[in-house]
């Protein structure tokens, strides 16, 4: 599984879940995805649904590769 940094919340609870977020894990950084395990110990619903196909729409590009790959992807388009 990948986290592709959908989420979808009301405003209000949203920014109550991003408070409880900390960085204290190995690399001193925030992570996002801990607001779903934080909802969880909340008692709140969260639900992981299917990308979309093709799963292109979600591409991430972190590389000169993927760049590329997406530029590909576009132009095909």
């Known amino acids: 599984e990948i986290n592709t940094g959908l989420y ?3 405003s209000p609870q949203l920014f ?3 408070a409880r977020v900390t960085n204290n894990n190995a690399q001193n950084e925030y992570y996002l995805p801990d607001v779903a395990k934080i909802a969880l110990s909340e008692g709140l ?5 299917p990308s979309p196909q093709p799963a292109t ?9 993927q760049l ?3 530029e590909q992807t576009f132009l095909q388009r």
Do not use: F, H, K, R
């Open 8 to 10: 979808a919340a009301t």
């Open 16 to 18: 109550a879940l991003l």
């Open 45 to 49: 619903t969260v639900v992981a649904t």
């Open 57 to 65: 729409e979600l591409m991430g590009v972190n590389s000169p590769e």
């Open 68 to 70: 590329a790959d997406a």
